[in-house]
C-alpha cells in the first residue's frame, strides 16, 4: 500500500446559526464541517482516496456571503491518503463473480476488475455460486486475494479509482 | 461518464481489458437492477420507513447533497444542461476534370471473357478502371439485351449496395455516344433522386444534362410539359419518380397539355431504366400498367431485392420487360417442361400454360415438395427460363466487411401482455398486427392502438406519450425492457444501437422514455427518421449519428429507411416487430451492413414467443427462403442450408445477450 500525507487547503463554509462569539465553538463548527466535506469528497485524482484528517494547521480569516450570511473560512490541513500505483502489490477479497472477470475489493478501492483474459488457467464454472477454478485453487465471492495492480483509471462522476488486476507473478492468487 | 485516463505504457495492451471492465460493470448494474425491482414488490412497507426526507444543501463542488444522510442526490455537473451551438456547415463539392470531347470514348472492343460477343459500345476507360467484374459482366449483359438488332428488357438483380447506380451510368453514357438521339427515362423512387444525381456528376464524362420535375418546382400540367420539350429536343436525361410516371400516364386530364405529357412519356423515351424495380411488381397497380404502356423494347430493372412476396410478383416484372414472357418461343418449351415436373394435385388443370397456375405450382414446390430432386429439377429449369432476361449476384463486397450475426429473438411475454393478446385475437388481420405491435413493446401503448387514427393522432404528441410514461413500470413490457438492456450494454461496450419499426407510436414510446428515465436528448444522443422527416433532416441526422461520440440510438421508420441511408456508424439492429415483406427488413439491416462499416454487426429480430406474431414471422421466413433456392442453390446445398438454426445462448458468440437480465426473457433464439 501507498500512503501519502497531503498539505491541503481547503475552504469550509459555515451557516449563520453556527456561527457565535465564543471561539472554541466556532472552532469546533469548522473542524466538523471540514470532516464532513473530506469524507463527502472521498478521493481526488491527484492525491487519491482520504484516509484520515492528521493534522490542522490554520484556520484563516472568514469571508462574509452577501445575502446568505454564510461566512467561508479557508482551512490548511494535512491529510492522509491512499493512491494506486501501477505494479502495487495488495490484498482484497472477491466481491463478486462474472464471466467476464472478477470484482474485487480493497480497502477504500471498491472497483478492482480481474479480467477472465489474464487468468488463462482459471476456467470459469457457473450457476448459482459461480466460481473460478484450476487445479490448486478456487476463486469463489469473499476469497482473499493478493494481486498487483497492472492499470488504473479515474472516473470523475464517481470520484473513485478503477483498477486492473493480474495475478500472474510470484506469490500473487487465492490466500 | 468522464474518463480520465492516466498514461499507461502498455495502453493498446489495456483497452481490451478496460472494455471488458466496462461491459461486466454494466452486466453487474442490470442483474442489480432487477434484483432491486424484485424486492421492492415485497418490501414495499420496509422501503417507505427507510426512504429519508431529504434536507438538500447545494455545494459547489459536489452537487445537491442532503445534510442529513450525505447522499448526492444530483451531481453538479448534471444540475446545468448547456446546449452546445451547433457550427454551421459548409459544403464544398469538387468534381472532376470534365473532357468535353466526346471522341475520347474509347471505340475498341472490350474483352471481359471468352464468351464476350465484340461489341460496338465499349465502357469508357475512366470507368473501366474502376469496375469489378461483376460489373463489367453486367455491362456486357446489358449490350447484348439492349443494344443490336432485335433489343428487348432485361433484369438486374444485383444485391444492394454492389454497385448498380455506376454500371447503370457507364452504360447510359456509352449508349449515348452511339446513340446521341436516344432519350433515357429513370424512373425511381422520388427519395433517391438526390443520390443518383449526384453520382451521376461524379462519373459523368460528358456534361449531360439532367432534367426532373421537382428541382424546378414543376407542378401543373404545363410547367411540366416545357420540362418533356427540353428533354426532348437535346441529348439528356430524365428522372421521374414512380407516382408521378403513373399519375401522368393513367390520370384523369382530358387536356391537350396533359395528353401531350402522356404522348411524350409512352413514345419519346429509348432506354427505360427502374430502379428499384421491384416497385412496380403488383399487377393491379397503376405503377405497372403505365410502365407497360411505354413503347420502347428497351426496359432495364434494377432490383436488390428482386423476390418480394410471391413467385407470380417476378413474373409480373418480367413481363414488363419481355411482354408475354411465358408464350415466348424460347420460354414455352422450358415452361411446359417446369409444369410437367411439377406436382400435380387435383385441382390444378393441365390445360394449356397459364400464368396463374404456373407461378402457383412453382412457389408451392419451392416452398413445400418434400422431393429433393424434383425441387433441383424446377429450380435448374427456373435459371435456364430466365438467364437470358436476368443477371443475378449475390454480392461478395458484403464478405470484406466484419460480418453479420442475425439472429431472431422470442421473448416471453409479461403477464399483463398475455392478458391482452387473448383479446385483440379477435381482430382482423391488420388491426392485430398494428395492436399487437404496441402491445409487445408494452401493454400500455394497446389502449392508444385501439383508437381511431384521428385520435391516434392526437395521442403521439410527446406531452401525451410523457404523461403515459409516468406512471408504467418497463418490465411489464418484454421488448421495450430488451431494448433497455440491449442499449444499457451496447452503449458501455461503445456500441451504437439502430432500432426499427414499422408504425411511429413505438418509437415514439421509446424516444420519450429514453428522455424521461435516462436524460437523453433528441438531436444529441437520440435520432429519428421517419416517413415525415425532411430530405435535409435525414442527412443531418445520419451525419451526426454516425460521427458524434454522444449519438447513441437512432429511430428509424422501416420504409423510410431505404436506399440512400448509411448508418454505418452503428453495429447493433433491434427490429422491434416482424415485417410481412423480408426484403423490407433486409433493406433496413442494410442501412448498418455496408461499405463503410467497422464493426460486426449484430441484428435482433424481435418475436413475441406464443402470440400471433409467431405465425407472421414463420410467413416471413418461407418468403425469404424462395429467392435463396432460387437464385442460390446448388448441389453441394442440404436442407439445412435454409433453415433457422436454433442457437443455445451460450453459443450464441454475442456477449450482450449472456447477461443474466436479457437471458431469462428469451425463450428461443434463431440465427440464421
Same mark, same amino acid.
Given at each position: 500500500m ?7 487547503s ?17 472552532r ?30 490554520a ?7 452577501? #445575502? ?21 502489490? #495488495?490484498?482484497?477479497?472477491?466481491d ?18 480481474l ?7 482459471f ?13 490448486h %485453487? ?23 479509482f ?14 | ?5 492516466k ?13 471488458d ?8 448494474? +442490470?442483474?442489480?437492477? /432487477? ?33 442529513i ?15 452546445w ?19 475520347d ?10 464468351d ?23 455491362f ?13 428488357g ?20 456509352? @449508349?449515348?455516344a ?18 443518383w ?6 462519373w ?5 444534362p439532367?432534367?426532373?420535375?421537382? %428541382? ?32 401522368i400516364?393513367c390520370?384523369?386530364?382530358?387536356g ?18 427502374l ?8 399487377r ?8 407497360k404502356?411505354?413503347?420502347t423494347p ?14 407470380? /410478383?417476378?413474373?409480373?416484372i418480367?413481363d ?26 387435383g385441382?390444378? %388443370? ?35 427460363l ?21 439472429f ?31 402491445l409487445?413493446?408494452?401493454?400500455? +401503448? ?33 421488448k ?16 451504437k ?27 444529441? /444522443? ?31 421508420s422501416?420504409?423510410?429507411?431505404g ?8 453495429s ?11 426484403s ?15 464493426k ?10 406464443? %402470440? ?8 416471413? @421466413? ?10 442460390e ?25 449472456e447477461?443474466n ?12
Amino acid at each position: 500500500m501507498v500512503f501519502l500525507k497531503v498539505e491541503m487547503s481547503l475552504n469550509v463554509l459555515i451557516s449563520p446559526s453556527q456561527l457565535s462569539p465564543q471561539g472554541l465553538l466556532l472552532r469546533k463548527a469548522v473542524i466538523v464541517r471540514l470532516l464532513e466535506d473530506i469524507a463527502n469528497r472521498k478521493a481526488s485524482k491527484d492525491h487519491g482516496y482520504y484516509i484520515a484528517v492528521s493534522e490542522l494547521k490554520a484556520i484563516s480569516e472568514g469571508k462574509v456571503r452577501e #445575502l446568505t450570511g454564510d461566512v467561508l473560512f479557508p482551512v490548511t490541513f494535512t491529510c492522509i491518503t491512499q493512491k494506486p500505483m501501477k505494479g502495487e502489490v #495488495l490484498v482484497g477479497s472477491v466481491d463478486k463473480i462474472l464471466k467476464h472477470g472478477i470484482f474485487l475489493k480493497s480497502g477504500p478501492i471498491e472497483s478492482i476488475f480481474l479480467s477472465e483474459k489474464t487468468m488463462s488457467d482459471f476456467k470459469y464454472i457457473g450457476g448459482e455460486n459461480a466460481v473460478f477454478m484450476n487445479e490448486h %485453487s478456487k476463486l469463489e465471492k469473499d476469497t482473499v486475494v493478493r494481486f498487483k495492480v497492472m492499470g488504473f483509471r479515474w472516473m470523475e462522476a464517481d470520484r473513485q479509482f478503477q483498477l486492473l488486476a493480474t495475478l500472474a507473478g510470484d506469490y500473487l492468487g487465492p490466500l | 461518464m468522464i474518463e480520465e485516463e492516466k498514461p499507461v505504457k502498455e495502453s493498446d495492451g489495456l483497452e481490451d481489458l478496460w472494455k471488458d471492465f466496462s461491459l461486466a460493470a454494466e452486466c453487474t448494474k +442490470l442483474d442489480t437492477n /432487477e434484483d432491486m425491482s424484485n424486492e421492492k414488490d415485497v418490501d414495499d412497507e420496509n422501503e417507505m420507513d427507510d426512504d429519508c426526507n431529504h434536507d438538500i444543501r447545494i455545494h459547489e463542488d459536489l452537487g445537491h447533497v442532503c445534510r442529513i444522510c450525505g447522499m448526492i442526490v444530483r451531481k453538479a455537473e448534471t444540475i446545468i444542461d448547456y446546449q452546445w451551438k451547433k457550427a454551421s456547415r459548409t459544403r464544398t463539392n469538387y468534381y472532376e476534370s470534365r473532357s468535353k470531347d466526346a471522341d475520347d470514348i474509347d471505340t475498341g472492343a472490350v474483352k471481359v471473357s471468352e464468351d464476350f460477343i465484340v461489341s460496338d459500345i465499349a465502357i469508357h476507360p475512366r470507368h473501366a478502371k474502376q469496375m469489378r467484374p461483376h460489373q463489367l459482366e453486367g455491362f456486357s449483359f446489358l449490350v447484348k439485351n439492349l443494344v443490336g438488332d432485335k433489343p428487348g428488357g432485361c433484369i438486374l438483380a444485383h444485391a444492394p449496395g454492389s454497385g448498380k447506380t455506376f454500371m447503370l451510368i457507364s452504360f447510359i453514357q456509352s @449508349f449515348l455516344a452511339k446513340y446521341p438521339s436516344a432519350r433515357p427515362l429513370v424512373v425511381l423512387p422520388k427519395g433517391i433522386l438526390g443520390t443518383w444525381k449526384r453520382e451521376f456528376q461524379r462519373w459523368q464524362v460528358e456534361d449531360i444534362p439532367l432534367y426532373d420535375f421537382y %428541382s424546378v418546382k414543376a407542378d401543373k400540367r404545363t410547367e411540366q410539359l416545357e420540362v418533356l420539350k427540353s428533354w426532348e429536343a437535346r441529348m439528356s436525361i430524365l428522372f421521374l419518380g414512380y407516382k408521378q410516371f403513373s399519375r401522368i400516364i393513367c390520370g384523369d386530364g382530358d387536356g391537350n397539355i396533359a395528353a401531350a405529357c402522356r404522348d411524350r412519356l409512352l413514345m419519346v423515351p429509348n432506354l427505360l431504366i427502374l430502379d428499384e424495380g421491384h416497385t412496380p411488381r403488383n399487377r393491379e397497380t397503376d405503377v405497372l400498367a403505365s410502365l407497360k404502356r411505354v413503347q420502347t423494347p428497351r426496359k432495364v430493372v434494377l432490383s436488390g431485392t428482386l423476390f418480394q412476396n410471391h413467385v407470380s /410478383e417476378v413474373f409480373n416484372i418480367l413481363d414488363l420487360v419481355r411482354p408475354k414472357f411465358l408464350k415466348m418461343e424460347s420460354s414455352r418449351p422450358i415452361a411446359r417442361r417446369i409444369m410437367s415436373q411439377v406436382a400435380i394435385s387435383g385441382i390444378r %388443370s393441365l390445360k394449356g400454360v397459364h400464368d396463374s397456375a404456373f407461378t402457383e405450382s412453382v412457389e408451392d414446390t419451392l416452398l413445400n415438395d418434400d422431393n429433393f430432386t424434383r425441387k433441383s429439377h424446377v429450380i435448374r429449369s427456373l435459371r435456364e427460363l430466365t438467364k437470358d432476361v436476368l443477371h443475378y449476384y449475390k454480392g461478395d463486397i458484403l464478405d470484406e466487411l466484419p460480418g453479420l450475426v442475425d439472429f431472431s429473438v422470442f421473448l416471453k411475454l409479461s403477464t399483463k401482455q398475455k392478458e391482452i393478446v387473448h383479446k385483440i385475437e379477435a381482430y382482423e388481420k391488420f388491426k392485430r398486427s398494428a395492436v399487437g405491435t404496441a402491445l409487445y413493446i408494452h401493454p400500455c +401503448l394497446s389502449e392508444i392502438s385501439e383508437g381511431d387514427a384521428a385520435d391516434r393522432a392526437t395521442n403521439l404528441t410527446d406531452a401525451t406519450v410523457d404523461s403515459l410514461i409516468e406512471s408504467i413500470i418497463i418490465k411489464d413490457g418484454v421488448k421495450a425492457k430488451f431494448f433497455f438492456n440491449i442499449l444499457s450494454l451496447a452503449n458501455s461496450a461503445g456500441e451504437k444501437l439502430l432500432a426499427f419499426s414499422q408504425y411511429i407510436l413505438p418509437m415514439k414510446f421509446l424516444e420519450r422514455l429514453l428522455v424521461k428515465r435516462l436524460g437523453w436528448h433528441v438531436g444529441k /444522443e437520440i435520432f429519428m427518421i421517419s416517413g415525415d422527416t425532411s430530405a435535409d433532416d435525414r442527412e443531418v441526422a445520419m451525419d451526426q449519428f454516425n460521427n458524434s461520440a454522444d449519438a447513441k440510438v437512432l429511430f428509424g421508420s422501416i420504409k423510410a429507411c431505404g436506399e440512400g441511408i448509411s448508418l454505418v456508424g452503428a453495429s447493433r439492429v433491434i427490429i422491434l416487430d416482424v415485417h410481412l415483406n423480408p426484403s423490407v427488413t433486409r433493406q433496413a439491416i442494410g442501412r448498418a451492413f455496408r461499405p463503410g462499416q467497422q464493426k460486426k454487426v449484430f441484428v435482433y429480430r424481435l418475436v413475441a414467443a406464443d %402470440s400471433p406474431e409467431v405465425k407472421f414471422h414463420e410467413t416471413a @421466413f418461407k418468403k425469404e427462403v424462395i429467392p435463396k433456392l432460387w437464385f442460390e442453390w446448388s448441389e453441394l446445398c442440404t436442407t439445412e442450408d435454409f433453415k433457422l438454426n436454433q442457437v443455445d445462448i451460450d453459443d450464441s458468440e454475442d456477449e450482450l445477450l449472456e447477461a443474466n437480465a436479457i437471458r431469462q426473457d428469451i425463450k428461443a433464439l434463431y440465427r440464421r
